[in-house]
Structures are given as C-alpha cells and as structure tokens.
C-alpha cells in the first residue's frame, strides 16, 4: 500500500487509447502512477503485485480482461492483503450490483458515492449525452418513463479504438457510417438503466471521418409527454439541474450543431430544439467522446476518489 503523501494509481491498460489519454492528464497532478515494465504488461504476478501496493487501480480493458482484473483486487482482499479502490472504464460493471456510476453530476448524491466508493464504473460515451438529457427529465416527470425513446448518435472515429482509428487515418474513411443495427449496442444497458427508462431505446449510433467529437439527437413528440409540456419546460428543467456545474451547460437552441466543436475539451453542452407547431422537439448533447465521454470522465471520477478537486488541471 502506498506510504507516501501523494497517493498512487496504476492504469491497467494504459497503451489503449483511454488509457494513454488518462496517464497523459495525470501527468503533472499530485499523483504518483505506476506502471509495469512493458515486457510484463500480462503477467499476473507482476500486475497483483502492483495492485497490492497501488491506492487505486484504473482498468482500461476489454470487459472479459476488466473482470479478470477484479478477481485479481478480490484475490487480494480474501487473502488479507491490501486491496485498491477501482475505477473500471469498460463496460463490464456498469450495471452491476456494489459498482458506483461515475456521472457525478447525474444525482445531487452521485458525487459523494463515488468519493467513497471502492468501486466505480466510468460511463459509456454515448450513455454520458443520453444519461445526461433524459434523467433530469424522466425525474421530473416531464418524459414517461415508457415514452418509446429513439436515439441517434454520430462519434469521431477514435471512439472505435486502434483499429478504426489506423484505418480512417490510412485510408480516408467513411466518410460516414452506421453500425449497431442488430439494434444490441453494449450501451444500451446503462442508458436504460440511469435515464429511468422502463422501455428499451431504439439507438442507431455512427461514425464520421473526423478524430473526436459526438452528438446525441433524441427527437421528442410534445404531444406524447404529460401535462401539456412545452419546450420551455424541458430547458428548465436542464438548466435547474446542472446549475453550478463546471462541465456540463445548457445553452439556448441553435439552427446547426458540428460533432468536433468541442473536441479537446471536458465539457457538454445539453440544448432543446422546438417547434411549438408542430409540437416536436429534438434534445441534443455534445460532447467529446475522448473527454466527458471517456478519459476526461475518469479524471473528474480519480479526482473524486484520490480527494484532488479543486487541483489545477483537474
């Protein structure tokens, strides 16, 4: 266990790209990262044993390696040893029982559970635009519960990992495409679950030429919602619920939205776009899907946990 001021975290999985984007944001914070010599990356022993001696573990991994990783911090434990608090950016514990979602602007207590869980999962990309738009309204009552939600979403390619991110940037494309359509995108899951959905989405993500960057479109018939709801109300409420925050805004509707404006950034811009008419009404979230929608998501949850808010950087 770490004896020293600055507390300790080894990334598992730090040469993927949230990985890598995580390391580099921590560099220069007041955190001391540890890392296994590249030729022993997969090797059990040498990965226990830096969990053991770590204050927390960050698993950048494919779901079944991510479980595997658990078992090993659960190894520790039952054996008596020191074991790390976790924050597991696959999606292998997103909805499972003990784990925190690490949205912390998503309930007024979600920021104090991920403080003091020992265990945390970062959200899903496109979950964190979906999430953040529809739980603040479902909450308030001013979108059922089993209102049939249809989601479309497009992400910069270097949210599909290292293989599309070589292919794109060697050969120039798509320009454009969707994928998902068995309609079982692993997201679907957490979306459900935390934007208080008793009906599953239909969601159809995509992908565009361009690195970063992401929107989510939800399009809403007025006339489906209760109580007469305009889209004034569902700015309202928006707006009442992320008061305050940092990272997540709720700007006035616009004509035109482009996916990279906010690429670079950890920020997310949340608007409703209406046609009182008609009474139709279309929610988006912008985001970077390499920011609020991954590493920069699993900087503000580190920050939480290790007690660094308020640290320049973070």
């Not at 022993?45 to 779901?63: F, G, Y």
Request: negative net charge.
């Amino acid at each position: 266990m770490n004896t020293h001021a600055r507390p300790s975290v080894f990334i598992d999985g730090e040469a993927g790209t949230t990985g890598l984007g995580i390391r580099t944001r921590l560099e220069g914070l007041p955190v001391d990262v540890r890392s296994i010599d590249a030729a022993r990356r997969k090797d059990p022993d040498a990965r226990r044993e830096l969990m053991s001696a770590v204050d927390l573990v960050v698993l950048c991994l494919p779901d079944a390696a991510a479980r595997d990783a658990v078992a090993m911090v659960d190894e520790l434990a039952a054996r008596g040893q020191h074991a790390p608090r976790v924050l597991d950016a696959s999606t292998a514990f997103r909805t499972a029982p003990g784990w925190v979602y690490g949205f912390p602007e998503m309930r007024a207590e979600q920021a104090q559970a991920i403080r003091t869980a020992s265990r945390v999962a970062n959200p899903g990309c496109y979950p964190t635009g979906i999430i953040g738009l529809l739980h603040p309204l479902v909450a308030a009552g001013l979108v059922p519960a089993d209102y049939p939600i249809t989601v479309n979403a497009v992400s910069g390619y270097s949210g599909g990992g290292r293989t599309m991110i070589e292919a794109h940037e060697r050969d120039g494309g798509p320009a454009f495409e969707l994928y998902g359509l068995a309609l079982q995108h692993k997201h679907l899951p957490e979306a459900q679950l935390y934007s208080g959905l008793s009906r599953v989405p239909v969601f159809v993500p995509s992908v565009g030429h361009f690195p970063q960057g992401m929107i989510v479109s939800i399009p809403l018939h007025l006339d489906l919602l209760d109580h007469g709801v305009r889209g004034a109300d569902l700015h309202a409420a928006l707006a009442a619920h992320y008061r305050g925050s940092d990272r997540i805004s709720v700007p006035e509707a616009c004509n035109s939205l482009c996916a990279d404006t906010l690429a670079g950034t950890d920020r997310m811009e949340l608007r409703v776009h209406v046609n009182e008419a008609h009474r139709q009404a279309v929610l988006t979230a912008r985001l970077d899907n390499l920011g609020k929608g991954a590493s920069g998501a699993a900087i503000q949850n580190i920050a939480l946990m290790l007690g660094l808010e308020g640290t320049p950087g973070i």
